[in-house]
């Protein structure tokens, strides 16, 4: 997207996902209206159509820009140069981490997801897969190497543990007793002892 910016500085399209995620969150996708979002975002209609064709597709971009963080990272830990277990590990603290650093994002994404296009749908199920399919690919190789166990699938440990990452917005709270590295770090413990030969 091009960096036009106007007003404040800020680009243009970055005004109007912040605008849209925080009323998104607070009212939810359905009772958001096109004319509250660009008011929010102190800009046009024809600007925020300028950017994104559709109400659908800036419902579409507060999850895909958080999904693509994750896949450049979780793609930087599978091919880094270190043991299996490392690297899982550091995975699967990081999808963690960057859920919760985006938590209104993601609460915002589950809770709404059935108001995407049947087209936008299957463009988010084919790279939620990509990234699930990539996660399941290192707990694949430690358990041909036999550093993880075979007992359990590896879809299954991978439902397992994105099944906590997805629940995260229902009950983690920025003002609660663990900071989101402390989060990370126990539930990815909890997945890599799941996989203990």
Not at 13 to 35: C, H, N
Not at 46 to 63: I, P, R, T
Not at 85 to 95: P, Q, S
Not at 130 to 150: M, P
């Amino acid at each position: 997207m091009p960096r036009t910016t106007d007003g404040d500085g800020a680009p243009v399209p970055q005004r109007l996902l912040a605008a849209a995620t925080r009323l998104f969150a607070e009212q939810g996708y359905d009772r958001t209206s096109v004319q509250e979002i660009v008011e929010a975002a102190g800009v046009t209609k024809g600007a925020l159509y300028h950017y994104f064709g559709s109400k659908d597709d800036l419902l579409h971009e507060v999850y895909a820009r958080v999904l693509r963080v994750q896949q450049e990272r979780l793609d930087a830990f599978a091919n880094a140069d270190e043991p299996i277990e490392k690297r899982l590990r550091g995975a699967a603290a990081d999808v963690v981490v960057t859920t919760i650093d985006n938590l209104d994002d993601a609460s915002i994404f589950f809770r709404s997801m059935h108001h995407l296009s049947p087209e936008k749908n299957k463009q988010v199920r084919a790279e939620r897969r990509r990234y699930h399919e990539r996660f399941r690919a290192l707990i694949e190789e430690g358990q041909r190497e036999g550093v993880f166990s075979k007992e359990t699938p590896a879809d299954l440990v991978v439902d397992y543990h994105f099944g906590s990452v997805h629940h995260l917005s229902t009950w983690y709270r920025p003002d609660g007793p663990m900071t989101p590295q402390e989060v990370a770090d126990q539930l990815a413990d909890l997945l890599l002892r799941a996989l203990r030969p």
